[in-house]
Nanobody
Framework: VQLQASGGGLVQAGGSLRLSCVAS????????VGWFRQAPGKEREAVSC????????YYAASAKGRFTIARDNVKGTVYLQMNSLRPEDTAVYYC??????????????WGQGTLVTVSS
C-alpha cells in the first residue's frame, strides 16, 4: 500500500506543472487527499487538500489563485495543477491520504515526494 506522486520537474518562473497522485494497493476514491511541500531548511506545509467526496478543498494562502486541486475517481488520481510558479514554490511535493482525517499532517499514507524546481 503506497502512494506515488509524479509530475515534478524544472520550470521557469511563470510556468506550470501538474502533479499527479495515485495509489497502489488501494484506490484513492473517497479518501481525503492532500498535497504538502517541504523546501530545504523549512518545515513541511500543507499546500492544498481535497475531501473524499471532492466537495471541500483547502488552499494555503500562497497557493490560492494559482494552484487547483482536483480528483478523477475514474482514474483514481488526484491532481495539483500549479500555474504562475514562483521560485519560492521550489520544494519536494508530497501527496498524502487518509480515510478519516481531512487536511492533516497525521495522514496515514504518504508518497515519496516529487521535486519541483522553479528557476528565476
Amino acid at each position: 500500500v503506497q502512494l506515488q506522486a509524479s509530475g515534478g520537474g524544472l520550470v521557469q518562473a511563470g510556468g506550470s506543472l501538474r502533479l499527479s497522485c495515485v495509489a497502489s494497493g488501494f484506490t484513492l476514491n473517497y479518501y481525503h487527499v492532500g498535497w504538502f511541500r517541504q523546501a530545504p531548511g523549512k518545515e513541511r506545509e500543507a499546500v492544498s487538500c481535497i475531501s473524499g467526496n471532492g466537495m471541500s478543498t483547502y488552499y494555503a494562502a500562497s497557493a490560492k489563485g494559482r494552484f487547483t486541486i482536483a480528483r478523477d475517481n475514474v482514474k483514481g488520481t488526484v491532481y495539483l495543477q500549479m500555474n504562475s510558479l514562483r521560485p519560492e514554490d521550489t520544494a519536494v511535493y508530497y501527496c498524502a491520504a487518509d480515510g478519516n482525517r481531512y487536511c492533516s499532517f497525521e495522514y496515514e499514507y504518504w508518497g515519496q515526494g516529487t521535486l519541483v524546481t522553479v528557476s528565476s
